[in-house]
């Protein structure tokens, strides 16, 4: 990527703060269902000169390369330490951690009785955004879900009397299995102002790409230990679905692999099929009878997958060989971590086992 420029503006009115801040030691990144971070540091005399230009609730950053924009956020934090300041920012979700539903019911769009969680999330920024000196200029995408929050007898409430976090609302309606995903971008727009988007994936956020790969010898610089832990292997799933009592759907899927029996429950409430759970469970096992996974890669700048070609969420072909472990196999990018450098940018990558997710209705295998 070509060099780096990292310039402020205000949140409310877009206008430009500083256009080239001295920032050094940045890192930043995006994540699945999350605001992800920016980081850097700055002179003590540089800020004593220029403070309103980060200050904490009137000031967004952005990081920019070769003219596009690759991570957009708030300010949060600018503390000592040591003999620099260190500048703390996330991005546009991390606003709804300090908004509140004071009216109830998000100012009577809902209750939700079996609605789509992205037509909540978007009432829920709609909300937040049309408060006086709430509006962030965030677009939430037109995405929709066949998932389902809210039941005739368990209603989606968001009483105003609980306070209840905006943030907190968005993370329980994407924490379901099955769920919709999100995440944060910005990008210019043809009229030079920026576009702040909250992604919205269903059935997930990504997809799978064969354009790209990261291998050792070519373009993976450093991976840490491969993880084998028997907290997460089971060789026996027991699923759960619909029903109470002695009336609930029930299924085992053994298998005797010369091992202790380790087992594990899978609960799927709204599974009505024994042959879907069976299914499901069976899915499971098998994954869950693997152990051993690569969970972080830091990679360099290669034709193979340039730095900034992959999308958070995508499935990528990784192969790990060093003195720890030789692996290779389909693994999830959940986070990156840009790390621009004098000489070479590196990005680390946070993955898991592209095998371990499920997506879209608990009744899909």
């Keep these: ?49 220029n403070v309103t230009v980060l200050m904490p609730h009137a000031a967004e950053i952005y990081a920019e390369a070769d003219g596009f924009l690759r991570w957009g956020g708030l300010v949060w934090a600018v503390e000592a330490e040591g003999d620099q300041y260190r500048v703390e920012a996330a991005s546009w979700s991390s606003y709804l951690t300090r ?104 059935p997930r956020l990504g997809a799978r790409r064969t354009d790209i790969s990261f291998r050792t010898g070519v373009n993976v610089i450093t991976a840490p230990p491969v993880k084998y832990a028997g907290d997460d292997f089971a060789n026996v799933v027991i699923g759960t679905g619909s029903g109470e009592g002695t009336a609930t759907r029930y299924a085992v899927d053994p298998v005797r692999d010369g091992g202790l029996r380790m087992e594990s429950v899978l609960a799927l409430p709204t599974v009505n099929g024994v042959d879907v759970l069976g299914r499901r469970i069976a899915a499971e096992r098998k994954r869950r009878q693997v152990m051993g996974e690569v969970e972080e890669i830091t990679i360099r700048d290669h034709p193979n997958a340039p730095l900034g070609s992959w999308q958070i969420g995508d499935d990528v072909q990784v192969a790990v060989h060093n003195d720890w472990v030789s692996w290779s196999g389909w693994s999830r990018i959940v986070a990156d971590s840009y790390k621009p450098g004098e000489n070479e940018d590196t990005a680390t990558l946070t993955l898991q086992r592209a095998d371990s997710f499920h997506y879209g209705s608990p009744e899909t295998v």
């Design 99 to 202: 908004r509140h539903d004071t009216h109830g019911e998000l100012r009577a769009r809902g209750p939700y009785v079996n609605q789509d969680p992205c037509k909540i999330i978007r009432d829920v920024w709609a909300y937040a955004q049309e408060q006086p000196d709430g509006n962030l200029g965030v677009t939430v995408d037109t995405t929709t879900s066949s998932a389902k929050a809210g039941t005739p007898a368990e209603p989606w409430h968001s009483y105003w009397y609980e306070t209840p976090v905006l943030g907190d609302l968005v993370d329980g309606l994407v924490s379901e299995d099955g769920a919709p995903q999100y995440t944060n971008t910005c990008s210019f727009q043809t009229n030079g102002s920026i576009r702040k988007r909250l992604v919205l994936g269903y």
């Design 1 to 49: 990527m070509g060099r780096w420029r990292y310039f402020t503006a205000h949140p409310l009115t877009g206008q430009i703060l500083h256009p080239a801040l001295p920032l050094s030691g940045v890192e930043f990144g995006s994540e699945v269902n999350g605001p992800g971070s920016l980081t850097g540091t700055v002179a003590p005399r540089w800020l004593r000169a």
